[in-house]
């Protein structure tokens, strides 16, 4: 079955670091443009960050930027979120999301600007709160 998978969620203290990690079965992630996202409840999905296929571009949304780190190992099939001195605006549920991209028209896009994706996780939930 082909699926992306997130874990490294739970609760954290304002000020607290998380790693999520997004992982695919199924297929290798090399081709693959990852970008997470995040709902909070009430609120519409919000894009976080997001990495090429090669990890040499990425892309930050302003509310993260200096805070969270988005990684790659493709030799581990992997997409790794580094979020530090989070807020309790961090709260939500996160998702990761695949896009295939290597030999497509899509590669040079920047990956903030992909809206399609073939495939998502299920969500985890990560909680900020003293």
């Known amino acids: 079955q082909l699926q992306l998978q997130e874990s490294g969620g739970g609760l954290v203290q304002p000020g607290g670091s998380l790693t999520l990690s997004c992982a695919s079965s199924g297929f290798t992630l090399d081709y693959y443009a990852i970008s997470w996202f995040r709902q909070a409840p009430g609120k519409e999905r919000e894009g976080v960050t997001c990495i090429s296929s090669s990890g040499d571009s990425t892309y930050y949304a302003d509310s993260v930027k200096a805070r969270f780190t988005i990684s790659r190992d493709n030799a581990k099939n992997t997409v790794s979120l580094q979020m530090n001195n989070m807020k309790s605006d961090d709260t939500a549920v996160y998702y990761c999301?695949?896009?295939?991209?290597?030999?497509?028209?899509?590669?040079?896009?920047?990956?903030?600007?992909?809206?399609?994706?073939?495939?998502w996780g299920q969500g985890t939930q990560v909680t900020v709160s003293s």
């Open positions: 999301a695949a896009r295939a991209v290597t030999g497509t028209s899509w590669y040079d896009l920047p990956c903030h600007e992909i809206k399609e994706f073939d495939y």
